[in-house]
Structure formats: structure tokens, C-alpha cells
């Protein structure tokens, strides 16, 4: 069976997919992008210019976005689109056109997309939702068996060295730049943070830190522990959601109704994932009490996780609506360019005055197999030809216009990724296209309405020429790496105006998955040790009756 979402084979048992969170009973989440890796998703950027990461940052799309896939988030499905997916983007995922055929400077372009403002939050929410927690729980019973466990969880246990747990002391208030109080957050609400920054990291980096050891005797790098590590950025991760929602909430915002839709999917869906990992009550349904609290503690509830889950759909979606009020004008982006110019070069992004066209297109690719002959590789090529000449006298004999021939691309191109479109690719910029291709629609010449036959490595394109447009591909790369700084700037300033001050209350809550794992960690450690006393015992008292013989 596959998913009827994302394609991934399912087990008869999988009640819910593990690549995209699909489920019978609930519509499939969408993906987020998970934040870089070991950085804060509103961090302001080490250089004056955004960095230039190979994979691209996402930019909020007209639909809401969801937590079930973010970190594969990362994972996952980067199902996300780019600011090219108009010119170019799924054609990569089924036929190699010219579209998939970008150069190196295309490949290393500048980021244009945003980083959401979703802390790791979301990552541990991906985790309860039945993918980080996958991961996990197969690398630590894998480092169970090593008798290692133990150590991991008694740093846990330890870190600040209480008796007992207090799931209602207040752990960290939040202070606003007056040094008043905004919120608070208590030791069960903390835990939740800290155990979403643990399971982010290991889906994302593996055990990078050794579990044989306490965390907080492990040097990170500068003298920081890996326990100060986690602790720091579940710190950092309150203050971007606690500044951010309170700005909200200042603000009147409110949930818009496609993300109140989302979470209410979510929550849906927990019974299943529950269900899905072994947690069912007594009629055997879901228990998703006993679920969370495998992941998060005994003292987490589920109220407790509605909020957790409900503020970081509410801070997502605020941050969305900064990104869309943000503006750049045209005499903004020229100084930009300007000031930045040695770096766009750099990527091949220059000042073109030559804009973006508009093209729709019916990919004919030749039908010979992998290792044909010559003779029948220039056969099925002859055949590609013909086939898109017929097509072409087809057009002209119909109603020859861009509907039309937006229909017959829908009927034959074999572009996977535009034939749903009507062969259309939009905003393509210069260079962009395999070079037969892009020659045609740049030709001086070119005007709207021009069509041809082009023959590219993969096939023949029968071309129909939409016309320029008003972009020019400097100007999208400019405008969008801009839009992302004042963005980034506006997000900053709202969280720079928060603190948060651990108290002396602060403790932590050990998830039962873990603790269950250490114990059994710490049993076979035994049974081994026991097991490599036997022989020694044995020939003790081997040599002890010999003796007495």
C-alpha cells in the first residue's frame, strides 16, 4: 500500500505515514523546513548580507504551513517551494528537461526563502508525531544495549540536582525590557522545550555526545557542557515564542482560521499516532496521556501539549504576517544590488536589463530504452520529431491559442513537471534553461504568440512564447534576500525586548521512553557483567576441587 499523499510505501500496520503524517482520518500536514541546524531560526545573520546556504530558505506560501514534517523536517519531503517552482521546480522530481538542467552558479544562488520564525519546538512536536520519536527510540535502545544509557539519563536527572520534581514551580519568567514580568513558564512547561531541543538534535545530528557520560561533565566547545548546550537553547527557544506571542497577543492577533484548521488536524490525528506506537487504553484506542508522557515526562498532560502546540501555530503565523507586511521598493533594491554587487556577480546574478518571459511547453522525449543501439536511438529520436511536428500542425489547425496549446501540452508533454499546467513556466529568467531553449526565448526577435520546435538532450520542445514580463531576475534575487533582512530585523527587535531568567526552582522531568530505556540498559549492563563472571567462578571452583583432589 503507498500513501495516497506522498507516495511512500506503507506496512499493513502503519495507521499513519512515516514520511509525511497522512492518516485516514485526517488530511495530511504539509511540510515546514526545519530551522538550520544549531542556529536560531530569528537569528540575526553573522554578515551584513543573509548567508548563502545551497539548500534555500522558505518564504511563507498562500497556504498555512504545518509542524508534521518540518525537521525532516528537514524533514522530509522538501516538498517546499522556491521562488523559481514557477520556471522550474518539479520537472527535477520526474523527467531531467531543461529545467532540472541548471548551472553551478544556479545551484549555489542566493537564499530566497524565509526562515520560519517556528523554533525547535516544532521539531520535538514532529518527534511526538510519530517521526523524530522513530528515530530515537532506535538510537537509544540501539545505545541501551551498550549498557551506556544510564550516565545520559542521570546527568538528565541531575542537572540541577533535586530531590524531587516540581511540575508546578515556576522554572523561568519572562521579562520585557522593562524588567516587569510578561509570562512564566513552569517546570513541567519547561521540560517540553529542553526535550524538544534532545530530540531535534539526535533526528537531526545523531548522538553526537557521548551518552556514556553525563551530559553536564561533556564539553561542547568553549567550555560550554552539552547540558548548558540544551539548556541554553530551550532557553532561546521560549524567548523567541514567549516575545513573539506576546507581541501577538498585544497586537489583538489572533489564529487565522487556516492554521486553526492545521492545529485542529493535529490534535485530530493524536489518537493515531498513539496508536500507532504501542499506546492504546483499555477499548484500544489511542492514549494519548500515556503517549506524551513517554516523550515529555510524567508530569506533562495534555492540555499542557494543546498549549505547547497552539503557541507555536500562534507564533508561526504572526511571524507570516510580518514577513507579508514587509515592503521594498525599486530605489531600495538598486542600492541594494549595488551595495552587494561583488556577491550577486559571484552567483552569476547580474544587472540584466533583459527581463523574465513567460513560456508554456509539450516535452516529446524520445522513447528509446537505457543501453539502445545508435541506429535506435536515432530512430526513437526521428519518431520525437515527427510526433512533435504533428502536434504543432495540430495546434495551427485548431484554435492556435494559449488555452489550446495549453491543452495539448496537458494531453502529451511528457514534463512532469509543467504538464499539469498547461506546459507553463513562468517568470523564466535569462540562463536559467538547458541553451537551445533559452536562445529560443531570448531571441531579440521573440514576441508574443511565436511558437517552434526546439530539440534539447532531453527531447523536442514544441515551444509557445506567453511574452515578457515586468521581473527581471536581479530584482528577485535582490528583493527577496532585502525582504528576508527587514524581516529578520523586525522579528529581532520583538524578541530583543524579552528576557528570560531561569529561577531557582528549575528542574527537569526525565520522559518515561527514556528512563524505561535506561533501566534496561542498566539490567543488561548487568546480565553482561555477570556473564563475564561466570567463567572466571567456573574455573574457580574447577581449581578449587582439583585441589582438593
Not at 301 to 328: G, M, N, P, W
Amino acid at each position: 500500500m503507498q500513501c495516497p499523499n506522498c507516495g511512500q510505501e506503507l506496512s499493513d500496520r502503519d495507521l499513519i505515514c512515516p514520511g509525511c503524517g497522512w492518516s485516514e482520518e485526517s488530511a495530511a500536514p504539509e511540510t515546514i523546513v526545519a530551522p538550520e541546524e544549531n542556529s536560531s531560526p530569528v537569528s540575526v545573520p553573522e554578515t551584513e548580507m543573509p548567508e548563502r546556504p545551497a539548500e534555500e530558505i522558505e518564504a511563507p506560501d498562500a497556504e498555512v504551513t504545518d509542524a508534521a514534517d518540518e525537521p525532516e523536517a528537514e524533514a522530509s519531503e522538501e516538498t517546499s517551494e522556491t521562488e523559481e517552482a514557477e520556471s522550474s521546480d518539479a520537472s527535477e522530481a520526474d523527467e531531467p528537461e531543461e529545467a532540472a538542467a541548471e548551472s553551478e552558479e544556479a545551484a549555489a544562488e542566493p537564499a530566497r526563502k524565509k526562515r520560519s520564525i517556528l523554533p525547535v519546538v516544532l521539531g520535538a512536536i514532529v518527534g511526538l508525531l510519530a517521526i523524530i520519536i522513530v528515530c530515537l527510540a532506535i538510537t537509544l535502545t540501539t545505545l541501551s544495549k551498550t549498557g551506556k544509557m544510564p550516565a545520559f539519563v542521570t546527568s538528565i536527572q541531575n542537572a540541577f540536582h533535586r530531590e524531587h520534581f516540581d511540575a508546578d514551580a515556576v522554572a523561568v519568567r519572562i521579562l520585557d525590557e522593562n524588567g516587569a514580568e510578561a509570562s512564566a513558564l513552569d517546570n513541567e512547561q519547561f521540560s517540553f522545550y529542553y526535550w524538544g531541543e534532545i530530540y531535534y538534535f539526535i533526528q537531526s545530528n545523531g548522538m553526537a555526545f557521548d551518552p556514556g557520560q553525563p551530559l553536564d561533565e561533556q564539553e561542547y566547545m568553549d567550555g560550554q557542557t552539552w547540558q548548558d548546550f540544551f539548556l541554553e537553547n530551550a532557553k532561546n527557544s521560549i524567548q523567541q515564542v514567549e516575545s513573539m506571542k506576546a507581541d501577538a497577543l498585544a497586537a489583538g492577533y489572533t489564529l487565522p482560521e487556516a492554521y486553526q484548521e492545521q492545529y485542529d488536524t493535529i490534535l485530530s490525528s493524536m489518537p493515531d499516532y498513539a496508536k500507532q506506537s504501542g499506546f492504546t487504553d483499555d477499548d484500544g484506542n489511542g492514549d494519548i496521556l500515556a503517549y506524551v508522557q513517554d516523550s515529555y515526562g510524567a508530569s506533562a498532560t495534555e492540555e499542557t501539549f494543546r498549549e505547547y502546540l497552539y503557541d507555536s501555530y500562534l507564533v508561526t503565523a504572526y511571524s507570516d504576517e510580518i514577513y507579508a507586511q514587509v515592503t521594498v521598493d525599486d530605489d531600495a533594491l538598486e542600492d541594494w544590488y549595488d551595495e552587494n554587487a561583488e556577491m550577486y556577480e559571484s552567483y552569476g546574478i547580474t544587472k540584466s536589463d533583459v527581463p523574465n518571459v513567460n513560456v508554456r511547453h509539450i516535452l516529446i522525449a524520445p522513447s528509446a530504452e537505457e543501453g539502445a543501439t545508435e541506429e535506435e536511438t536515432r530512430k526513437a529520436r526521428d519518431e520525437a520529431k515527427a510526433e512533435a511536428e504533428r502536434i504543432l500542425k495540430e495546434w495551427q489547425e485548431g484554435e492556435h491559442t494559449e488555452e489550446s496549446f495549453g491543452e495539448l501540452a496537458a494531453t502529451y508533454s511528457t514534463d512532469g513537471g509543467s504538464n499539469l499546467n498547461g506546459g507553463l513556466y513562468e517568470n523564466v529568467y535569462p540562463g536559467q534553461m538547458v541553451e537551445a531553449f533559452n536562445d529560443w526565448c531570448f531571441d531579440e526577435s521573440r514576441k508574443a504568440g511565436d511558437t517552434g520546435i526546439v530539440e534539447t538532450d532531453f527531447g523536442y520542445h514544441i515551444i509557445y512564447f506567453a511574452g515578457v514580463t515586468d521581473n527581471y531576475y536581479w530584482k528577485q534575487a535582490a528583493e527577496s534576500d532585502l525582504h528576508y533582512k527587514l524581516y529578520d530585523e523586525a522579528l529581532q527587535a520583538i524578541v530583543n525586548r524579552y528576557t528570560v531568567e531561569p529561577t531557582e526552582d528549575l528542574e527537569l522531568s526525565t520522559p518515561t521512553a527514556i528512563s524505561t530505556l535506561a533501566e534496561a540498559a542498566e539490567a543488561q549492563a548487568a546480565e553482561a557483567q555477570a556473564a563475564e563472571a561466570e567463567p572466571a567462578e567456573a574455573q574457580a571452583a574447577e581449581a578449587e576441587a582439583s585441589a582438593a583432589d
